[in-house]
């Protein structure tokens, strides 16, 4: 399955430097369903559950939550699924997470980590509803494409350009002064 992708010209500031990146197509994809909010329609214990595109600090949870599960690198597929079925209150956690999506509707107090009666209610319906795991692995596989990591690492790829770009200019502009510095002490 080969991925298509767009080149971007960025030239703004930069006074004809090119800076090149690939973009997936699907990274694309969900930028624009993030700008339209568009939701993922999941159906969950006899309820439709809208999963809008997840806010950066829900990511920012479930990541935590993923990284508590997944302690080791280079890890199979069934080595994840392994360590998630020994952890299922942290992946019960991300799903309530993704299905609320919203500060105020998983916390009480959120400095202090107190959940709300809500996420309380999600949480004990997921861990000791009537559910099929199947459902769960739908679902949590819808959450997990929702959690996009490509942005950051653009946006990194850019950062980097920027800096190279600055620093480049700064050595010329070194470079000339040590110039012009050498030719007033031959003179």
Known sequence: MGRKKKEIEVDENLKGSKVTNQVPIEAQEKLIQLMNDSPTIVKLHGTEWEIHSLRPAVQWLICEEAVEIVKADNMTIGDVLKAMSKELPRV????????????????IDYRKRIYSEEFESVYDTLMWGDIKMRNWAQLLMEVLNLVDVSFFFLSTDVIQT??????????????????LQELNTVK
Do not use: P
């Open 92 to 107: 019960v956690r991300v799903l309530s997470y993704a299905l609320l999506n919203d500060k105020d509707r998983i916390f």
């Open 162 to 179: 920027i800096r190279k770009t600055s620093l480049e200019r700064k050595v010329t502009m070194e470079e000339q002064k040590q110039l």
